[in-house]
């Protein structure tokens, strides 16, 4: 006679090399017949020792290793650095950069929030969106390519402002991206929203409610996807978020569909910051601070006085010092509350430099969210974690 | 070891054989995924619409018992190096690799205590694709070039 009441836990290795576990990460899943008792993740196997390298760094040198932590949105993460040491003086960024720091940051939430609905769409069994996203993606990484000469890692948003200003092309891209961009969201939209395997794959899948939420920590749509309005562009101002007029989406189901509507919606405001940013910008302008502590003298300067030459040289091989002291500057990246925490020692190099990564702290729930849920879940719940391996493991 | 052991000299049916076995495997490279890191992106960018890997016959697998290409794309840590040395393995022959990035070659800007400092330390590698991440166009290149080295090999005798 067969006994139906047997239960027996296995444990089942998923990953390192895992097509829809994005990227390097292992997941031990206990689990029972086919549902998920427990999952425990194993990081580090991306570990690059980046907090240790900045230890060894200039405060400018640091800014490439930024770019590499979520990759998929490389200048949230320099605007997050960089603020953090423009805390230590108090610098004060010309207009125009400070417009086009709000463009390039909000193109990279995009541009993440699309290889995200990509790669999740992808994992669920939906292959067309996959390619649709990409095409639009495509066309973000060739703006960044015109405007600084690279698609992924630019390292273009500098202490004190960014690098260059962008040429006009960029400008001319960027608006007729922006007029059409809803309509591409309409497409995903169409492709998912109201489809039916679609639904039964998310809806209940992942659940985290709001007490979740607050005791685990996680940011972003998994905090706005379980009906908690808080957003650090609002809330804990940086740069010129105030002066844009954009919604806050918030859904309280608090499942993977929920966050998924809360990242499509994101990508519609994001695009509405882009196209009042783009309206309001300075016509032209300096995009570099002259403050003489962080900037590099200019040109012509150099060429004529002997202490320009002296300062520029300085910078560039060795670096400015910064005052002693702390700080720590967050911001909305596209994953959640990224943020920086710098000490220094007065030296031109942080004495400790310590990574907030959502997605770190994001993924200390997948345990709360996949338990009780079949294995084939699993994946949609990562999917739906937005997980970035760079910054997870540093 | 080919069909044939290196009894008899090159002629012109073991030649033709050559050449198309070649032809075939050269029109169908099946790679197995194998993103590592930010490399990985633009790995995926690769195989999405603008730049099509298809069109060149080359589809990711997601096991190394089907595929005949690693791209590894990414850091290599000293955590992962087993790994990838296993899962290269894994695959049966012929195979080939390709290093994808600063980070697979040489290490890249990560010259610390946790990174192998290019992949070519756990596993042999055909070919180098500089840039930090390499443009699709760099990943062409090498596929490209893959293509050639696979037309000039023989297989009914080794
Ligand atoms: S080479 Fe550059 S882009 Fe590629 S994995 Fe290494 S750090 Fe990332």
Sequence with gaps: MINNNISEVITVNMGPQHPSTHGVLRLVVDIDGETIVNVEPDVGFLHRGTEKLAENRTYHQVIPLTDRLDYLSPLSNNLAYCLAVEKFFDVKIPERAEYLRVILAEMARVASHLVWVATHALDIGAMTVFLYAFREREEILDMFEVGTGQRMTSSWIRIGGIRADMPEDFFVRLKSFTDKFDSCVDLYENLLTNNRIWKMRTIGIGHLSDEDVQAYGTSGPLMRGSGIDFDLRRDEPYGIYDRFKWEIPVEEAGDTYARYKVRMKEMREANKILQQALEQIPATGEVMTDDPRVALPAHEDVYERMEALIRRFYIVSKGFKAPKGETYQGIEAPKGELGFYLVSEGEERPYRMKIRAPSYVNLGALNKMAQGHMLADLVAIVGTNDVVLGEIDR | ?158
Aim: glycine share 6%.
């Design chain 2, 1 to 158: 070891m080919g069909l044939i052991d290196r009894k008899l000299p090159d002629n012109v049916l073991t030649t033709t054989v050559d050449s198309v076995i070649n032809y075939c495997r050269k029109g169908s490279i099946w790679p197995v995924t194998f993103g590592l890191a930010c490399c990985a992106i633009e790995m995926m960018a690769c195989g999405a619409a603008k730049y099509d890997l298809d069109r060149m016959g080359i589809i990711f697998r997601a096991t190394p018992r089907q595929s005949d290409l690693m791209l590894v794309a990414g850091t290599v840590t000293r955590k992962m190096a087993p790994v990838v040395r296993k899962v290269y393995l894994q695959m049966p022959e012929p195979k080939w690799v390709i290093a994808i990035g600063s980070c697979a070659t040489s290490g890249g800007i990560y010259n610390t205590y946790s990174t192998v400092q290019g992949v070519d330390e756990v596993i042999p590698v055909d070919f180098y694709v500089p840039g930090c991440p390499p443009r699709p166009e760099a990943f062409f290149d090498a596929i490209t070039a893959l293509q050639k080295k696979i037309m000039t090999e023989k297989v009914v005798r080794k």
